[in-house]
């Protein structure tokens, strides 16, 4: 996994703060030398079909690197994009060129829970979504609903999931966020 800096949401319980937090160390490296530092497992990406997953922070973020890389591994490698959606259009329609499969965290799609939860709107996403899926087909893209304490419910994750598969999503990964003190 490769996390980039920056994100456009503030969820609540993010599992990477340090994405976008100002004090945080970071690395930068350029397209061809993160490939000289995965280049090792060459050999297994090949033989299992496997390669590397982007999150973050938001990877979408980062297209024009992002397609640099894609250049210089071609199709030798799987490239998978973990993304809130929560872009820019022309990035969507560009990362269809770079990634072999999307995970979308979607989070729910009630518009006050979303606001609620992230900070930002839901429309965004769901519309990315919806090009997402036209573009790609409904095979290259898994979609999270996390059940999240405090923010949302069974019920408005069963309401999320409908109106997701009415747009033609046809994979999901249901789990429940666990919260400690």
Same mark, same amino acid.
């Given at each position: 996994m490769v996390g980039f800096y920056g994100c456009p949401l503030r969820?609540?319980?993010?599992?990477n703060p340090h994405s976008f937090a100002p004090d945080t160390k970071t690395e930068e490296l350029t397209p061809?030398?993160?490939?000289? !530092?995965?280049?090792?497992?060459?050999?297994? @990406?090949?033989?299992?079909?496997?390669?590397?997953?982007?999150?973050?922070?938001?990877?979408?973020?980062?297209?024009? @690197?992002?397609?640099?890389?894609?250049?210089?591994?071609?199709? !030798?490698?799987r490239i998978l994009?973990?993304?809130?959606l929560s872009v820019e259009k022309e990035a969507v329609k560009r990362a269809v060129k770079v990634f072999d499969e999307f995970v979308v965290d979607i989070k729910d799609t009630d518009p006050e829970i979303y606001l609620s939860y992230t900070g930002k709107r839901v429309d965004r996403a769901l519309n990315n979504l919806k090009m997402l899926l036209s573009l790609v087909g409904s095979d290259k893209v898994l979609v999270r609903l996390p059940l999240i304490p405090h923010y949302n419910t069974e019920e408005s994750r069963q309401k999320s999931e409908a109106l997701l598969r009415e747009m033609g999503v046809t994979r999901f990964d249901r789990f429940e966020y666990i919260v400690r003190a």
């Open positions: 969820c609540k319980y993010c599992l061809t030398e993160l490939y000289e !530092r995965l280049k090792c497992d060459d050999l297994y @990406f090949v033989a299992t079909g496997g390669g590397v997953s982007f999150g973050g922070g938001e990877p979408l973020l980062n297209i024009d @690197f992002l397609e640099e890389f894609k250049g210089i591994v071609g199709d !030798r490698w994009a973990e993304t809130s």
